[in-house]
DNA sequence: ACAGCATACATTGCATACAAAGCATCCCTC
DNA sequence: GAGGGATGCTTTGTATGCAATGTATGCTGT
């Protein structure tokens, strides 16, 4: 299926930021360097469209980026979701219905993170700290809330990279991480719901603290072509 | 833009419950009927795929079903975004961002609410229950949420109506829409967001018994042909 | 009569052709 | 020299044709 593949090769390439956001795509632009027909890289394009990753721009679709602004709301409604992921993965422990090794899964990651930061590659780190949180969402067991989380991270992710530069920043986070992990482990559904908000609040102040400066300015309106 | 209007009839068809969970779509079916190509047909249920309205399942799509359990998993992330967007609407009103002419709509919906419950009509109750609480989200001014809230809203709303069915519940609906909307009034950010979330959680209860039976059981493979 | 295989049909996936629409550019006129 | 209009090109929207695939049905053999 060519339109599940130029989906995921679009998709990969611009949560990784590979394109610039702004940047237009024309779908003969597309078809001809995935050397495909129209037809697939349309449906690609429509799909995208719908996760929000591009918008039609009049011509064409235009690679999507979130405002300042519109990075706050993400990450407002992804500290409720978390929460309630996170509360729900407690809750599900507290009955008995979570594997040790699951938790242990999650410690781990966040070992790793904190290694991986450590050694300043923060490319690896937003990467394990994305495993890491839909790991936890994943123990929610709510494919509703886990889906919608996906399609969120999609869209913020390129920010959690920026999240990580303040300094202390890092070892904050896997501190909180591994608050997270007690709290669940422990069954403590609320105290898990609280923490898991305050991680994504505090992640999202450091985004913005991390971006250089062209916080909410540029909507992707103004990156057209280099002089 | 014909794509656009069979997603739009297509769309209006599934939520509204005209066309049965489980019925089967083909691309020359809904094409003959709606006369237009197969091309536009295509990209409309690719969205509403998307969407989550139908899914794919061999040959074509099916309409989706939530069941029972998909159903609570919905209501579950519906109670937290509510959560947020009453909370956050709350503070908004506090900060003295919310025309009073917004408040005045919310409470003239709930009593053309009361009215039409009061009247037995479930299907306008259903409606106006739905513009009530997309206008608390409104509220929220956050347009993240308030998408992924009318994605969900999609999804549920049949299900809605079922929820008014129990006796009292009507009324106690609108009790619950006030009570909200005097804690949004009076800017009470956690109450306002409790409320919502409460609210939510009530509804799901009222919508599970609601239902006559089939709870979960059907996820829509069933339904094929008429005998 | 039942099982297995082959064939025919329904349906999707992809490509290509055609039409329409928007935008930029260039020329002509004032 | 500047402004307006016409023309041409780029790009999307829609239709249709063709190939591939999976399913159902019917036939044949045991």
Redesign the interface.
Known sequence: MQTESVYRRLRERIVTGGYAPGERLTELSVSAVLEVSRTPV??AL??LE??GLVRSAGRGVIVAALSGE?LA??Y??R???E??TAE?AAARQRAGRIAPADLADLTRDNTLLAEVTQAGDYDQAMLLNRRFHRRVAELAA????LE?LDR?WDQIVVSTRASLTPPQRPDAVVAEHRLLVCAIADGEAELAGRIAAGHARATALAAEAGVPDDSGANSGATVKKGP
Chains 1, 2 share one sequence.
Do not use: Q
């Open positions: 349309r449906e429509r799909r719908g996760d519109a709301h993400a407002a409604v500290a409720s979701l929460a309630l729900t709510n494919p509703i809330a919608m969120l």
